[in-house]
């Protein structure tokens, strides 16, 4: 079993910059790719960023240029730094890992944190 701890959301002006975080932690675990998706009201939950167990990251066309996302592997942490933030970021995001350290392997959702860009 595999939990996720998330953090760093909140409020921020349009323009302004938040930082996400995720750490995974479980006996055995062996995190592979990482990543973030959000929801907004009324919406579906969409993939933000995502990170390979090498490095590779990929992001939605919204979100290129302004959103990098990060690991420490040795942490088991994946970090979503937000800048340029607007309105329309506002959502709930969630964080997805991949545990292979188990069979099959198996995705896993945090918690969700709620962040919300005011104009």
């Known amino acids: 079993q595999v939990q996720l701890v998330e953090s760093g959301g909140g409020l921020v002006q349009a323009g302004g910059s938040l930082r996400l975080s995720c750490a995974a932690a479980?006996?055995?675990?062996?995190?592979?790719?990482m990543g973030w998706y959000r929801q907004a009201p009324g919406k579906q939950r969409d993939l933000v960023a995502s990170?390979?167990?090498?490095?590779?990251?990929n992001y939605a066309d919204s979100v290129k240029g302004r959103f990098a996302i990060s690991r420490d592997n040795a942490k088991n942490t994946v970090y979503l730094q937000m800048n340029s933030l607007k309105p329309e970021d506002t959502a709930v995001y969630y964080c997805?890992?991949?545990?292979?350290?188990?069979?099959?392997?198996?995705?896993?959702w945090g918690q969700g944190t709620q962040v919300t860009v005011s104009s």
């Open positions: 990170i390979t167990s090498g490095g590779i990251a």
């Open positions: 479980g006996s055995n675990v062996r995190v592979n790719a």
């Open positions: 997805i890992v991949t545990d292979i350290g188990h069979m099959p392997p198996r995705n896993y």
